[in-house]
């Protein structure tokens, strides 16, 4: 699986769109990126998944490149209930898989 | 209802005692996974079953067993525990076929003294 790169740590104002980069240069064709999620003492959540068009869903916006070495999560309307450890995770869709986690992002929303 | 239970929630016992966490998942999905989380926060994958047949096994100490009775079940027996087993241990499910995603328990934090 393709190595990911994320900043540690970000602030956001609550009621503000919370944008978190990830860089993954290396990731491969057939390899998606996917974004988790870790909410103090909890388990990861699944956010969203993608390959290469943007995708929406309830609870967020994936925009990814078009050379598709970079993705952008965005989260429109932030609340003090999206703080958390945010994981970008690039992997190949299919089959059992299990989820190589980094350091992720740190993502702190302020009132 | 509960998508995946983990029992129980924290456990803290000495060295060298042996004990058991479960799992259960009411989703229907083929595969289960453990997962560990150690004190710095790193999250890595230990196993993987699917229909009852382990598919993923990193390179955990065989003091670590896991035992699947069915496909809804996943439970993780330790034999001798160190001090280094000391971890927050995360069970996670999900479907081989359709979407892949992965949904967690609330983990089962370890200490061991």
Known sequence: ?111 | DTAVSQTPKYLVTQMGNDKSIKCEQNLGHDTMYWYKQDSKKFLKIMFSYNNKELIINETVPNRFSPKSPDKAHLNLHINSLELGDSAVYFCASSQVRGSYEQYFGPGTRLTVT
Request: proline share 5%.
């Open chain 1, 1 to 111: 699986d393709a190595k990911t790169t994320q900043p540690p740590s970000m602030d956001c104002a609550e009621g503000r769109a919370a944008n978190l980069p990830c860089n993954h240069s290396t990731i491969s064709g057939n390899e998606y990126v996917y974004w988790y999620r870790q909410i103090h003492s909890q388990g990861p959540q699944y956010i969203i998944h993608g390959l290469k068009n943007n995708e929406t869903n309830e609870m967020a916006s994936l925009i990814i490149t078009e050379d598709r070495k970079s993705s952008t999560l965005i989260l429109p309307h932030a609340t003090l209930r999206d703080t958390a450890v945010y994981y970008c995770i690039v992997r190949v869709d299919g089959g059992a898989q299990k989820l190589v986690f980094g350091q992720g992002t740190r993502l702190t929303i302020n009132p």
